[in-house]
């Protein structure tokens, strides 16, 4: 990247290869693992894993887990961007280290199917667990002033409830 919103003419290249199969060791059974190899030229990126289950315990009833590693590097704009003008005082950060998550997901699907009505439940969970993120603070309320950081950490957990019901 180039212009005159950066500190400097700066370059950083992320090339990625997936990989995933698929093993059913019975009907009822799925397992898919992945993994991610990434080369980042700036940052060293770690070899990211995935693995996800589904087991149909019912033909009414299914259950899903899964894992994955997370990586991201920050971007130019969070590197190097170098912007001020009346309302804003924006600096890029050359020390962000990049970030990296653990991530859990786990949810169930009930459908029952009565003639043409089909009713359908799912909740889901969820658990993220990060170290590093990067966020844009403000560092100066007067000057408005802003960079980016890392965190120590982020860790975030939720769930969701879809429902269906079709006649």
Excluded: C
């Excluded at 003419?9 to 993994?35: C, K």
């Excluded at 995935?50 to 019912?58: A, P, V």
């Excluded at 990586?71 to 912007?83: G, H, I, M, T």
């Excluded at 169930?108 to 439940?121: A, H, N, V």
């Amino acid at each position: 990247g180039e212009g005159d919103k950066l500190e400097e003419d700066a370059q950083i290249g992320d090339y990625a290869l997936y990989m995933s199969g698929q093993y059913a060791p019975s009907r009822r059974l799925s397992i898919q693992p992945g993994v991610r190899f990434i080369y980042n030229t700036i940052y060293g990126a770690p070899v990211i894993p995935s693995l996800n289950l589904q087991w149909k315990i019912l033909d009414q009833l299914g259950f899903r887990v899964s894992y994955a590693r997370g990586f991201r590097a920050p971007s130019l704009k969070e590197l190097y961007l170098d912007f001020q003008d009346s309302n804003h005082d924006l600096s890029g950060n050359k020390d962000l280290k990049a970030e990296t998550t653990n991530s859990y997901n786990a949810s169930l699907e009930y459908t029952r199917q009565t003639g043409k009505s089909r009713f359908q439940i799912e909740p889901r969970i969820f658990y993220n667990n990060g170290k590093d993120a990067i966020v844009l603070i403000v560092t100066d309320v007067e000057s408005n002033s802003a960079t980016n950081v890392n965190l120590g950490g982020r860790r975030t957990l939720g769930g969701e409830l879809n429902t269906s019901y079709r006649h």
